[in-house]
């Protein structure tokens, strides 16, 4: 079946702009989970989406950060004013029910370059 | 201190060498851990599970010292194919976000 997806793969904006960045999850899958990772850097937790309830922000570094996650699936993170220090891969995570809820399958990320 | 510490490497074996990763954790309360693989500009995946009585997975040994709070993870026979960054992972509290190890570098040579 089809994986986590990401969109775009690509991005390269100038500072000060704001980006919006997409994930599809995994049909089916409850929870959903963005990161980022910066060039030779571990992955850096962001925001979490557990079906209905409130979504997990600790991770978000700002309040230029922000996500929202329509309809249990798809979801959108936004970043505003962007800043150089914003360039890394923006990775998104999905995972599913039970004992597998602790699996989580990840998308091939957006590469954000900030200029 | 980090949460989830790793050797970054790199580790540079021949083919068919035995290799093994350690990754140590702070919080004693952490209820999961993993491998994780991740390739090259790519995204990472999910290697193993790692339990409390241990697991293998072929050529992938994994083990959890609770004690001494560390996992670990050994790879026999090594092929070419091996080569990637090893992501050690830990989940800690009810939001089950996972915390990353840095990662350590493999590469298998010819």
């Known amino acids: 079946g089809a994986g986590v997806s990401q969109s775009p793969s690509n991005k390269v904006t100038e500072k000060g702009k704001d980006v919006e960045l997409r994930c599809d999850p995994i049909?089916?899958?409850?929870?959903l989970y963005w990161y980022r990772q910066s060039l030779g850097q571990g992955l850096e937790f962001l925001i979490y989406?557990?079906?209905?309830?409130?979504?997990?922000k600790s991770g978000l570094p700002s309040d230029r950060f922000s996500a929202e996650r329509t309809g249990g699936s798809v979801s959108t993170l936004t970043i505003q004013r962007t800043q150089q220090e914003d360039s890394a891969v923006y990775l998104c995570?999905?995972?599913?029910?039970?004992?597998?809820?602790?699996?989580?399958?990840f998308g091939p990320g957006t590469r954000l370059t900030v200029t | 201190r980090k949460e989830v510490e790793q050797d970054p490497g790199p580790f540079n074996v021949p083919e068919g060498a035995t290799v093994a990763f350690n990754c140590t954790y702070s919080?004693?309360?952490?209820?999961?851990f993993f491998w994780y693989r991740q390739d090259c500009r790519k995204e990472p995946k999910l290697l193993m599970s790692?339990?409390?009585s241990g697991n293998e997975d072929g050529r992938f040994t994994a083990q959890l010292n609770r004690a001494s709070q560390y996992i670990s993870l050994l790879i026999r026979d090594s092929k070419l194919s091996d080569s990637a960054t090893y992501l050690c992972?830990?989940?800690?509290?009810?939001?089950?976000?996972?915390?990353f190890g840095s990662g350590t570098q493999l590469t298998v040579l010819p």
């Open positions: 992972v830990v989940i800690s509290g009810s939001a089950r976000q996972l915390t």
């Open positions: 995570a999905s995972s599913g029910r039970g004992r597998s809820s602790y699996e989580q399958y």
């Open positions: 790692v339990y409390s």
């Open positions: 919080n004693s309360a952490s209820q999961s």
């Open positions: 049909s089916g899958h409850t929870a």
């Open positions: 989406f557990q079906g209905n309830s409130a979504p997990d």
